[in-house]
């Protein structure tokens, strides 16, 4: 048995490492000085793609991600580390969509590619935190989910047996294909990329990357057709206007404050013993501790 | 028709704490909007249900009773709260950031076109004014009134996030646990129970995902309820830096907990997290131990009582909401806490 399976991945603003640098005199956050990565919990999703892909011989795994042009770089990533193509979605009127429109989109996409057992992704993004895409995708094709995967067990005869987390516990669930899960951070962490298939697949590129045709570029792409990755505009994937980008978007952001902390008025001491005993001293005696 | 809504969720035949804490918050708006509290609960045995939930002034239970609604699945629960809204077209519909909540609200935000909030740490109502197009294509001003803000950090938690669905019906958010506060309104309210008959709601298709294995353990921790909380950030540097606090935690009878950026590095388990995406405490003493204080963080930790920070980098934000700041590494600070509370305690 062979399968075909969908990794979807996105590109984030790298949220949790904000250091000094990516941040404006004012104390705001400059986006553009956060460095673009690989969203985690895809990585945990595309290993257990490959882990089906090493089990299954003949299976495929198509990676899709939605965003700028740049953001094929998640693609070169995947291929680096054993998927087998790749599809950009990327047009300016998909922007400014919230999880509905984003959902919506790739949906639109995986009906393009078709033909899938099984749609993989991260659990949630670090950049949104929602959650939402995943059970989303799942609801616009009308195909059962299961969230939170620790580990896909095993497929067989068209079910999928799967470990995942519930609060306080864990649980296993059997699920008929086709079917979309969302992979924990917890789970295994994806493997490295491979040498022979860095070499392969460096210059791999979607046509917005390529500002310039060189005829080098264009003998380079004839000669191996594998490095041209696929770029699909809303026309590519039939998208009804009226549901993608801002548009398809029914959450609106009324207001966004940059975080500005009001200071309390504090006691500063150091680390001396001194210090520190006259503090144990203070909390015993106002019962703060006991 | 119009009302506010709660999802509430159930293990085994009790509701969990954070649906009751968004009942209390959901009475709270309906009153604010002039609208009645109803809510769902869909299990399996719920003869009695409604007793837990009715004391939080609920007007109105929606009991869904049948085998296969527990354990918990996505396509029965949500098929019946999708038909239910459907009739019922309610204006907000409030459920817990808990894994159920996270995997039923999606589906269901999808399936009616409707916007969906994660995480909110604020719910409030107000007005909202927005271009909109009107009949001859041209953009004119439009007033709301009486929209649900939806209110979270975003963006790793740099920024605030104020989120409204002007024209999408019902609104909907989820909250963790441990965000609002629960509280009794009256234990003799008095509201109605609709006993649904779930084949009209569920198809037989709808059961395809089995639940073969599943194992629920009482908390390991009683991170939320605990007096006293040692929160470790990054700044502790490594799983022996953490044994310190649990040291200096089973000196103070008090629990540990942690930043994201420390349960990322694998200093401690995800479980201990304290924050917009982790537990909400609200302790009498907040011992912050490395902890820079990013606002995901702060959001699960800024009720605190007294709050002290033990940080070596005095700009540190978390500084500005602590009652002391201490100007040291953690790890020089942290035996003097232990050795000085030995000396001068009983």
């Known amino acids: 048995m062979s399968l075909k399976i969908v990794v979807l991945a996105k590109q984030v603003p790298d949220t949790h490492n904000v250091g000094k640098d990516a941040m404006t005199p004012e104390g705001t956050v400059n986006r553009a000085a956060l460095p673009a990565i690989f969203n985690p919990e895809d990585l945990n999703a595309l290993e257990q793609a490959l882990r089906l892909k090493d089990k299954f011989e003949g299976s495929t795994i198509s990676v899709v991600t939605m965003g700028l042009p740049k953001s094929a770089e998640v693609i070169r990533e995947a291929l680096f580390r054993g998927a087998d193509n790749g599809y950009v979605v990327t047009d300016r009127c998909l922007g400014g969509a919230d999880t509905l429109a984003t959902s919506y989109t790739i949906a639109q996409a995986i009906k393009k590619i078709g033909d899938f057992d099984i749609i993989l992704g991260g659990r949630q993004a670090i950049d949104g935190d929602t959650a939402q895409v995943g059970p989303q995708v799942a609801q616009k094709l009308g195909l059962p989910q299961v969230t939170y995967a620790e580990e896909i067990i095993d497929i067989k005869n068209g079910r999928a047996t799967i470990k995942r987390h519930i609060d306080g516990g864990i649980e296993t669930v059997e699920a008929p294909l086709p079917l979309v899960v969302t992979v924990n951070g917890s789970a295994a962490p994806c493997r490295p990329r491979n040498a022979k298939r860095v070499m392969k697949y460096k210059k791999a590129s979607c046509p917005a990357e390529r500002t310039e045709t060189t005829p080098e570029m264009e003998a380079l792409l004839k000669a191996k057709p594998y490095l041209n990755i696929n770029q699909w505009g809303a026309a590519d994937i039939d998208a009804d206007l009226n549901q993608v980008g801002k548009a398809g978007s029914p959450t609106n952001v009324k207001a966004v404050k940059n975080i500005v902390f009001q200071a309390k008025e504090s006691r500063t001491m150091t680390g001396s013993d001194a210090d520190v005993e006259s503090l144990i001293v203070e909390l015993l005696s106002n019962n703060t501790i006991g | ?346």
Do not use: W
Request: hydrophobic share 40%.
């Open chain 2, 1 to 346: 028709m119009n009302n506010v809504f709660v999802y509430c969720e159930l293990e085994g035949k009790t509701v969990a704490d954070v649906s009751l804490e968004l009942l209390t918050k959901g009475r709270k708006l309906a009153n604010e909007l002039g609208v009645k509290l109803e809510c769902i609960c869909a299990g399996a045995d719920l003869n009695g249900i409604e007793s837990q939930v009715m004391p939080y002034g609920v007007d109105k239970v929606h009991v869904f009773d049948a085998k296969g609604l527990f354990p918990y699945t996505t396509l029965p629960h949500t098929a019946l709260v999708v038909k239910l809204f459907e009739e019922e077209k309610p204006q907000i519909c409030l459920m817990g950031a808990t894994v159920i909540g996270r995997d039923l609200g999606p589906r269901v935000s999808s399936a009616l076109t409707s916007g969906l909030t994660a995480d909110c740490t604020q719910l409030e109502i107000g007005d909202f004014d927005m271009k909109v197009k009107n009949e001859k294509g041209e953009m004119v001003d439009k007033h709301y009134t009486q929209q649900l803000y939806q209110i979270r950090p975003a963006f790793g938690g740099n920024i605030v996030a104020t989120i409204v669905n002007p024209e999408h019906r019902p609104q909907m958010a989820t909250v963790r646990e441990g965000v609002m506060k629960k509280e009794i309104l009256d234990n003799n309210y008095k509201g109605e129970v609709v006993k649904h008959n779930v084949a009209d709601y569920v198809s037989e298709a709808d059961y395809v995902v089995k639940v073969i294995d599943r194992h629920v353990e009482k908390a390991k921790h009683n991170l939320k309820g605990a007096p006293i909380v040692i929160a470790g950030g990054y700044g502790v540097g490594s799983k022996e830096g953490f044994d310190q606090l649990f040291e200096l935690a089973k000196e103070l009878h008090a629990e540990v907990g942690a930043s994201r950026a420390a349960v990322d590095a694998g200093f401690v388990e995800h479980d201990r997290q304290i924050g917009q995406t982790g537990v909400t405490v609200r302790p009498k003493l907040y011992i912050a131990c490395g902890i820079s204080g990013q606002i995901q963080h702060i959001a699960g930790m800024q009720d605190s009582a007294v709050i002290i920070s033990i940080n070596n980098d005095p700009n540190a934000p978390i500084n500005k909401i602590a009652d002391y700041v201490i100007n040291g590494n953690v790890e020089e600070v942290v035996p003097k806490l232990i050795k000085y509370y030995k000396k001068n305690s009983k």
